[in-house]
Structures are given as structure tokens and as C-alpha cells.
């Protein structure tokens, strides 16, 4: 199996409904629409061909340039039979971060979506226990989006001058 062979089953199932296929470092990476999230990760799953059957890993990206589509979920699944790895990908507004969650399919969705609600702000719908897993309850805000500064521009021990430049 290649990537070629999974990019032909999953466009004769979704059509032209999974896009954007790219190969970075020979890693196959799609996307789709977010509100069909769970049927090609379903499919993933039970195509007795593709197994993708193994969640290595999930989070977000805050792009916030991209208007309409300011956060990505990344899936990296696994095909432990084959030893195959693929990248897949869903962006939403963040203004209505809202994805279904993917815990009855795979258990180890279950905290990693916890963490990426907890730093990007993603919601879940569905999740059994969405709340902070690492941050603090009464914290408002999500720390991992590029909503701030790197620096405090106004810090003094920051001044170009105390560094001879």
C-alpha cells in the first residue's frame, strides 16, 4: 500500500469532499470539511484495506490569518499492519470552534482532545468529560493561540541599549 492507493480509496468515497492532498516528508496529508470529520475517520478505520486503526496523535493550529478558517485539528493516524502514517486535517472558525469528537472511536482521543480544548479553545461536541486537563480552572483564555505578543514590548530589562546594540 502507498499513497497514492489511499488517496484513490478515499476520493472514489468522499469525491471532492477531501482536497488539498500533499506528501511532505512522503507523509500523506488531506483535509476536509469539518462536519465530515467522523465519517472518513470511520472509514479509515474500518476499510479492510486502509486500518487506519492507531490515533498517534491530535492537536490544533492557530493560523490567525486564515479568516473563516483560523484553527486546524490535525489527525496523525497509524496503520500498524502496513506501518503506514497519514496526516489529516480540519479547519473551523474561531469564532465556533466546534468539531465532533472522535473519543468512541478511538480512547486516546479522549485526552488529547481534552488538551487541545484546554490550549486552542476547540470544542469538542460529544466529548464525555470536556474540561482543563493541564491548565487551571479560572483560567479565560487559550494560551496557545497567537492571540498575543511574543515579548512585552515595554519591558525595560528588554531595552536594545543594556545589550551594547
Given at each position: 500500500m502507498d499513497n497514492a492507493f489511499?488517496?484513490?480509496r478515499l476520493t472514489a468515497q468522499f469525491g471532492d469532499q477531501v482536497s488539498h492532498f500533499e506528501e511532505p516528508y512522503g507523509m500523506l496529508t488531506f483535509e476536509s470539511?469539518?462536519?465530515l470529520?467522523?465519517?472518513i475517520l470511520q472509514f479509515l478505520y474500518d476499510d479492510p484495506e486502509l486500518r487506519f486503526q492507531f490515533m498517534t496523535d491530535l492537536t490544533a493550529v492557530h493560523y490567525p490569518n486564515e479568516i473563516g478558517r483560523e484553527l486546524a485539528i490535525v489527525y496523525h493516524l497509524h496503520n500498524l499492519v502496513d506501518n503506514i502514517r497519514i496526516r489529516y486535517k480540519v479547519f473551523t472558525d474561531i469564532q465556533?470552534?466546534?468539531v465532533f469528537t472522535a473519543t468512541k472511536l478511538f480512547s486516546a482521543a479522549n485526552w488529547m482532545e481534552r488538551e487541545t480544548y484546554d490550549f486552542y479553545g476547540v470544542n469538542f461536541v460529544g466529548h464525555p468529560n470536556l474540561k482543563r486537563i493541564l491548565n487551571v480552572d479560572e483560567m479565560n483564555y487559550f494560551p496557545m493561540r497567537k492571540e498575543y505578543p511574543l515579548e512585552d514590548q515595554t519591558r525595560v530589562d528588554k531595552d536594545d541599549a543594556m545589550?551594547?546594540?
Open positions: 489511499i488517496k484513490q470539511p469539518k462536519d470529520n467522523l465519517k465556533k470552534p466546534d545589550f551594547g546594540r
